[in-house]
């Protein structure tokens, strides 16, 4: 530093006596002194709150906040899935076994005999799906056996009026047979042929049906009794053998039944 | 300040103590009296502020000189403040007015009075630099680091700075002692 230097800045130095005021001191350090102890309060007030019993972080808010919550919900989340779900399905798929379903329905499904009489040997078909079999069995043969008069009368219908129209296609137009005509004629005859065989082979169906839907109900029913008696249940058994004769008068039952039942 | 920081509020006294008067004096040198003291509890407000995020870097001293440079310079521009760069014209102009009003400058003013009206026209950076070295005791890589410029940049500003106010105090001398 040079003389120069240095007498300017002893000069300087010399009268250089300015100061803040002391107001402005105090506002400053106030402040200072405020914004650590207000820190150092809301510091305080944080732990205070944390440390009071049952107080939750801000974070514990959110449901998913703390890494454990997530953990366990999703844990929960495949124990349901994967053992709950899968035994429930179980559940619903034995369920329909074991209960006895309504008559109805059991009905609409069992569409061949034969599983009607599984159900039976099960024990698991009762009287009441007996007596709405019976009637629906009954209901079947009269329908049956309208429809079986309606194919009769259709029958004799076109019989009579194949006998007048062959007269006279026979006695006044022999010259058309003749001529070669006689082609169509001789079509038409066969179709009739073939309408009648047609009809004779439903009623025959119609006929066996009915037939075996007695048998059937008669058999089915027969077992029933048969299994009263097996379990001890001769009241009903002989109830049951009642109404089957009052039904089925010229059915045989086996002699078996009625001895179980004279007893 | 570190200690204050952490939360001992009579670490900020021991601060404030020791660095209040040059600091009040750097600002009302480049302020002037009507904006000294807002700008001054400012300054101090934002070392407050900073309490927390404070790292050591530097001294103190730096950083707090620094902190001051940056809220002056912002006076500075919200008031539309020029500082005065043409250094020559200034100090013309004062060395005129010195020379155009001899008795009454010696009348009025002594050599410190002459020497503060000096500090006062000379430039802003190269005032700064002298403020710095007189007021907070920088030394010119200190001066450097505080202002962000190169060493020397820094020497230049003082160097140019003590000239021209050596050039302001010969003839306030001369008219003193009467000398032609």
Redesign the interface.
């Known amino acids: 530093m040079s003389t ?2 240095e007498k ?2 002893s ?6 006596n ?4 002391g107001q ?2 105090d ?3 106030n ?3 405020d ?3 207000s ?2 309060l809301e510091h305080k007030t944080r732990d205070t709150h944390a440390k009071r019993p049952g107080h939750k972080h801000p974070k514990a808010k959110s449901p998913f906040s703390g890494s454990w919550l997530a953990t366990v919900s999703i844990a929960a989340v495949l124990i349901i899935t994967v053992i709950l779900v899968p035994l429930m399905e179980q559940e619903l798929q034995q369920a329909p076994s074991e209960t006895t379903p309504p008559i109805t329905g059991l009905d609409s499904k069992l569409d061949t005999s034969d599983e009607k009489i599984k159900l039976l040997r099960e024990g698991k078909y009762e009287q009441e799906s007996v007596s709405k079999l019976k009637s629906e069995t009954a209901r079947k043969e009269q329908s049956q056996k309208a429809k079986k008069r309606s194919l009769m009368k259709t029958q004799e219908r076109q019989s009579d009026q194949a006998a007048p129209t062959a007269t006279p296609m026979a006695t006044s137009m022999p010259a058309l047979m003749s001529t070669g005509k006689t082609a169509s004629n001789f079509s038409k005859a066969e179709s009739d042929a073939e309408e009648k065989s047609i009809v004779d082979n439903l009623v025959e169906d119609a006929a066996e049906v009915e037939t075996s839907a007695v048998i059937m109900t008669a058999e089915l029913w027969l077992e029933k009794i048969q299994r009263l008696i097996d379990a001890g249940n001769l009241k009903l058994a002989a109830q049951e053998l009642d109404e089957f004769k009052k039904q089925y008068p010229n059915e045989e039952v086996e002699q078996s039944i009625i001895d179980s039942l004279n007893r | 300040m570190l200690s204050y920081g952490a939360g001992n509020a009579d670490a900020f006294d021991t601060l404030y103590q020791r660095h209040k008067t040059p600091l009040y004096r750097f600002v009302l040198r480049q302020c002037g009296q009507e904006n000294v003291d807002a700008l001054f509890q400012d300054i101090w407000l934002k070392v407050i502020n900073a309490r927390n995020d404070y790292q050591v870097k530097a001294k103190f001293k730096t950083w707090l000189y620094h902190l001051a440079r940056n809220r002056i310079i912002d006076h500075y521009r919200r008031n539309s403040i020029r500082p005065i760069d043409n250094h020559e014209d200034e100090l013309n102009t004062v060395a005129d007015t010195t020379i155009a009003q001899p008795e009454k400058q010696l009348q009025k003013q002594n050599q410190h009075e002459t020497l503060l009206d000096a500090i006062a026209k000379l430039p802003r950076e190269q005032r700064e630099a002298f403020l710095l070295r007189e007021e907070a005791g920088l030394s010119v890589e200190q001066i450097a680091e505080t202002c962000g410029i190169n060493f020397e940049t820094a020497k230049s500003r003082l160097r140019y700075a003590i000239n021209k106010l050596r050039q302001q105090l010969v003839p306030a001398e001369e008219d003193n002692t009467g000398e032609p």
Request: net charge negative; proline share 7%; aromatic share 4%.
């Open positions: 120069d230097e300017i800045s000069l300087y130095q010399q009268g250089n300015e100061t803040p005021p402005l001191d506002a400053i350090l402040a200072a002194h914004a650590v102890n820190a150092s």
